[in-house]
């Protein structure tokens, strides 16, 4: 089966009911831009530490429901056959966040999003998770839309930025500190 199918040479794609917009429709734009984050999570892995890459390996897995949910226009988080973003799941995030911050300095101002390779690939990611967020709010002041998965993405940002930290720490890099 070949991949290419010319559905969307007139610049017009599928949603998940099967109806047809245009793909610069603000609904194509935000899960668009949660696949672009799913891909640079990608980049980061290995990382060289297995509790971070079983994590972001999880949160791949999650961008792809949170792509499903934003490609569902009549979104119903209580349907049991569709892939939907749940509380839980931000709840998940919360207690990665908590239990990486154990291990890290408190935080004491903003930081340079730098680091060794795997914690800058972390912070680009993060950039990338919080344009999604933007694009994922900017469709929801229009149409319906799953707000957990919304949620998910304000969370998911916080926890890659925990994640750039812890692994900065981890390698021995020093944070930087924004001079005003």
Do not use: C
Not at 74 to 84: C, I, T
Not at 101 to 116: C, Q
Not at 121 to 145: N, Q, Y
Request: glycine share 6%.
């Amino acid at each position: 089966m070949p991949i290419y199918t010319g559905r969307g040479d007139e610049g017009k794609t599928d949603l998940r009911d099967a109806s047809r917009v245009s793909k610069t429709s603000p609904r194509i734009e935000a899960y668009g831009t949660v696949d672009e984050a799913n891909a640079l999570v990608g980049t980061v892995r290995p990382t060289g530490y297995n509790d971070v890459d079983e994590r972001l390996r999880e949160v791949q897995n999650r961008l792809h429901v949170v792509q499903a949910d934003f490609a569902n226009p009549d979104p119903n988080p209580d349907a049991d056959d569709a892939p939907v973003v749940r509380a839980a799941h931000v709840e998940e995030l919360e207690g990665w966040i908590d239990a990486m911050d154990e291990e890290l300095e408190p935080l004491r101002s903003f930081v340079l999003p730098t680091g060794s390779d795997s914690g800058a690939k972390l912070h680009h990611a993060r950039a990338v998770v919080r344009r999604a967020e933007r694009r994922s709010v900017a469709l929801a002041d229009d149409e319906p839309v799953n707000g957990e998965a919304v949620r998910y993405l304000n969370r998911l940002s916080d926890a890659l930025f925990t994640a750039a930290r812890l692994v900065n720490a981890r390698d021995g890099e020093p944070e930087e500190e924004p001079t005003y």
